[in-house]
């Protein structure tokens, strides 16, 4: 599976996260000599809290409380989970959503979903999307996904990667673009993986990436 990076952007200070922001940054994909778009993309993102049988007996200690459930763009019949506090992915097909929903052990506390507009650009492909806050869709970031076609290890794709993060950040600025995309960075090997790329490599990601795009929301508020 090729690499990739997961970006969000983050607003200056004081400043109002807005959709123009979106606008902003596709005009920016869009200005790169060869660039072309290939279609739109959606991933969603589920944060489930335990529901414990009896309500009158303390939740079990070894029970996730942070779980979250990601589906993603690029495979439509799978769904992960992520537990932060154990370092644990699971990888499962999308129907486990119903069996989770009949055994009613967790249940979705809120929801996100991250959908935009997909770029082709040589050997790369970027996924520029809103980070949206279910029900009421009230938009809480801005994200861009960048896939690195040829390879599949991260060392080797590190400095390509390093090269474009630094072409996109000055294309960035050179718009005026009120902020700056900002890498999420995150330590695989906490969750057992290695430098193969997975989709389990996204999921952990995304799930870094959500906390992040958050945090800058409320600072901004």
Same mark, same amino acid.
């Given at each position: 599976?090729?690499?990739? %990076?997961?970006?969000?952007?983050?607003?200056?200070?004081?400043?109002?996260?807005?959709?123009?922001?979106?606008?902003?940054? #596709?005009?920016?994909?869009?200005?790169?000599?060869?660039?072309?778009?290939?279609?739109? %993309?959606?991933?969603?993102?589920?944060?489930?809290?335990?529901?414990?049988?009896?309500?009158?007996?303390?939740?079990?200690?070894?029970?996730?409380?942070?779980?979250?459930?990601?589906?993603?763009?690029?495979?439509?019949?799978?769904?992960?989970?992520?537990?932060?506090?154990?370092?644990?992915?699971?990888?499962?097909?999308?129907? &486990?959503?119903?069996?989770?929903?009949?055994?009613?052990?967790?249940?979705?506390?809120?929801?996100?979903?991250?959908?935009?507009?997909?770029?082709? %650009?040589?050997?790369?492909?970027?996924?520029?999307?809103? #980070?949206?806050?279910?029900?009421?869709?009230?938009?809480?970031?801005?994200? @861009?996904?960048?896939?690195?076609?040829?390879?599949?290890?991260?060392?080797?794709?590190?400095?390509?990667?390093?090269?474009?993060?630094?072409? %996109?950040?000055?294309?960035?600025?050179?718009?005026?673009?009120?902020?700056?995309?900002?890498?999420?960075? &995150?330590?695989?090997?906490?969750?057992?993986?290695?430098?193969?790329?997975?989709?389990?490599?996204?999921?952990?990601?995304?799930? @870094? #990436?959500?906390?992040?795009?958050?945090?800058?929301?409320?600072?901004?508020?």
């Amino acid at each position: 599976m090729p690499v990739k %990076w997961l970006m969000h952007f983050q607003p200056n200070q004081g400043t109002t996260l807005t959709s123009q922001v979106m606008t902003e940054a #596709c005009a920016v994909a869009e200005s790169f000599p060869g660039v072309s778009r290939d279609g739109r %993309w959606r991933s969603s993102m589920t944060f489930y809290r335990a529901v414990p049988r009896d309500q009158s007996l303390p939740q079990p200690s070894d029970l996730p409380r942070d779980l979250i459930g990601i589906s993603l763009h690029d495979l439509p019949n799978e769904f992960l989970f992520v537990m932060r506090s154990q370092r644990l992915i699971l990888r499962a097909q999308s129907s &486990v959503q119903t069996v989770i929903d009949k055994l009613q052990s967790y249940k979705g506390r809120f929801f996100i979903n991250f959908e935009g507009v997909q770029y082709k %650009w040589g050997d790369f492909k970027l996924r520029i999307g809103k #980070c949206l806050y279910n029900p009421n869709e009230s938009l809480r970031g801005i994200v @861009m996904e960048v896939e690195y076609l040829p390879l599949s290890s991260m060392d080797k794709s590190q400095r390509v990667m390093e090269e474009f993060y630094e072409i %996109w950040r000055e294309a960035v600025a050179s718009k005026l673009l009120a902020g700056q995309f900002i890498n999420t960075e &995150v330590n695989f090997s906490e969750y057992g993986l290695g430098d193969s790329y997975t989709p389990q490599h996204t999921a952990v990601l995304y799930g @870094m #990436c959500v906390v992040q795009v958050i945090a800058s929301s409320n600072k901004n508020q």
